[in-house]
């Protein structure tokens, strides 16, 4: 049955032909947008609600997020706090905590985490394996995964396990490992950043994953300038998520690159590293994506909003910048830019009411719950 989505007091729908529209309508039949416009010019549909001023936008999607885990880095954080610099090796605490969890753990903790999000508006998620670091609990990760998310990437190249040396983790990574899980996920990802995987190890990774039918992911440039960016550019990945530590060439390279710059601004201010230079990205002509990445050790959120928020206040993109990445950025660095993350006829009807008159809230209210109402699938989860 259609479903007419009138009284939207301002509409953004990522559309360049549309723009953003005040006093807007949309119509949803079954899992699709079928129109959208004017309220006045709004087509009949089999039922009705009206929003009554309330702002819509696409739903959020997160793009970035590490929700296959057990245990806690309460501790980790505190130090961290306290002044202690944050270290890829504490990556190894999870992966003790998530290979002793039971399968029903593990699901009960991603159930709770993707119910959080959605009930924030997020519509679409991807997350990562990467917390079982073998050939066993890398499968059973990304299995478990495939029941909870939308996008499931294969990151075992995360960490190298204890007893492992690098390059012998990275054969096994290249071999038994990617073998058992590629009918299970949609990407590949590699950590090549200090204290995880160099550039040559970070290659061979991902020429592992192209050779096996995967989309390419990088984790690069966080903690220190590397090969990261120019890597994944070099590769055209899909995305080089982080970003935090950019030269000119390496911003330069993601302008004139097919390549998603995705900033994790939670997990800058969690490690309490700079905050990316979002700017440099938007005018040089890179495409920009927010995302949670939430995870039990760097960034433990789910809030896009508040995602958001960071980056308009910190690091001063638009509002409608923020949520454009948010939205269509982390649809277009999971190349489903034309089917989620935007709304025009055609594409999914993932929508996020605001019980706000514009999206200028999401900054001008920061940390207040505004979801007022979510539609996923044109399913109505919230």
């Given at each position: ?109 991603m159930s709770r985490h993707v119910a959080e999000a959605v ?254 109402a979510v539609w996923r699938k044109g399913e109505r989860v919230?």
């Amino acid at each position: 049955m259609s479903l007419l989505l009138t009284g939207i007091g301002e509409l953004t729908t990522n559309d360049d032909e549309l723009g953003t529209l005040p006093d807007a309508a949309l119509v949803l039949d079954g899992a699709s947008v079928v129109w959208a416009g004017p309220a006045s010019s709004a087509p009949a549909a089999d039922s009705a609600v009206d929003l009554e001023g309330r702002a819509v936008l696409p739903g959020w999607v997160d793009s970035h997020t590490h929700l296959v885990f057990a245990g806690d880095r309460t501790t980790e954080f505190a130090a961290r706090m306290a002044g202690q610099p944050y270290r890829a090796g504490g990556i190894a605490v999870t992966v003790g905590a998530t290979r002793s969890a039971s399968d029903a753990d593990l699901t009960a903790v991603m159930s709770r985490h993707v119910a959080e999000a959605v009930s924030q508006g997020t519509t679409y998620i991807e997350t990562k394996t990467g917390y079982g670091l073998d050939v066993p609990n890398e499968l059973r990760s990304a299995v478990l995964a495939s029941d909870q998310v939308d996008e499931v990437t294969f990151l075992g190249a995360h960490l190298v396990p204890p007893g492992w040396d690098a390059d012998s983790y990275v054969d096994l990574v290249c071999g038994e490992m990617i073998e058992a899980v590629t009918p299970h996920v949609r990407w590949i990802d590699v950590f090549c950043e200090t204290g995880a995987f160099d550039g040559p190890q970070s290659r061979a990774v991902l020429e592992a994953g192209r050779k096996h039918g995967l989309g390419l992911r990088v984790h690069g440039n966080q903690l220190d300038y590397g090969p990261g960016v120019r890597l994944a550019v070099e590769m055209n990945a899909a995305s080089v998520d982080h970003c935090t530590y950019l030269t000119k060439s390496d911003v330069e390279d993601l302008a004139s690159s097919e390549t998603v710059a995705t900033l994790l601004p939670a997990c800058d201010l969690s490690t309490r590293q700079p905050l990316p230079d979002a700017q440099a990205l938007l005018n040089a002509g890179a495409t920009v994506a927010l995302a949670s990445n939430c995870n039990p050790g760097s960034s433990y959120t789910t809030s896009m909003a508040f995602c958001v928020a960071t980056a308009v206040l910190q690091m001063r993109m638009s509002v409608a910048e923020a949520v454009r990445a948010a939205t269509w950025g982390g649809a277009r660095a999971l190349r489903r830019e034309d089917e989620i993350g935007i709304l025009r006829p055609g594409s999914r009807a993932d929508i996020h009411v605001l019980d706000a008159p514009s999206i200028t809230h999401l900054a001008y209210r920061p940390g207040v719950p505004l979801t007022y109402a979510v539609w996923r699938k044109g399913e109505r989860v919230r």
